[in-house]
């Protein structure tokens, strides 16, 4: 009975170290499928920014700020409305890549800061005359839409802040969808 037991232990390894070493299976199946060779290629996911008069600008991962146009000059009262187009600038070359714009609330800076009132709104056609309020805009690949950001000059603002300048952030969170 120990010799029997000694027997089949030396069977059991030597058939474990063959499977081993020519990297066989104990499964009871075994099947193969062939595949074509396939090209690969990545894509920059990519917003892109430009408002009326200035350059178009490209949002990278990390990017904290683009430069957009300037507003002409406000008097106590007055607006200005400055068109910001956004759009997807994905340069995949196949498949649907949509990309969710998310505007967050804008924010001014600088001498302006207590005096300044904005509303950000997208526009319903090519240009910011009828405007609608939105959380979100869904884009597909190589389309954009117009924001309008109006900024208004409190009537009450004084008359020591002729000339100056302030800052307008916009935070903008764009998801691949």
């Not at 170290?17 to 595949?35: C, E, H, Y």
């Amino acid at each position: 009975m120990k010799r029997m037991l000694k027997v089949t232990g030396l069977v059991l390894a030597a058939v474990v170290l063959g499977l081993l070493s020519v990297q066989g299976s104990l499964a009871l199946w075994n099947t193969t499928a062939n595949s074509k060779a396939q090209n690969m290629s990545t894509a920059d996911f990519s917003v892109s920014v430009k408002s009326d008069s200035g350059p178009t600008a490209y949002l990278a991962e990390g990017t904290t700020a683009v430069d957009l146009a300037s507003q002409n000059p406000l008097k106590p009262g007055e607006s200005n409305i400055l068109a910001i187009r956004v759009g997807n600038a994905t340069n995949a070359s196949s498949g649907t890549f949509r990309t969710r714009i998310a505007p967050g609330t804008p924010v001014v800076g600088g001498a302006l800061k207590n005096h300044l009132t904005l509303s950000l709104t997208k526009a319903q056609g090519s240009d910011c005359s009828k405007t609608v309020s939105v959380t979100s805009i869904d884009l597909a690949q190589d389309e954009s839409a117009l924001f309008c950001l109006q900024t208004t000059l409190a009537p009450a603002a004084p008359a020591t802040l002729s000339g100056a300048k302030g800052t307008i952030s916009l935070p903008l969170s764009a998801t691949q969808l």
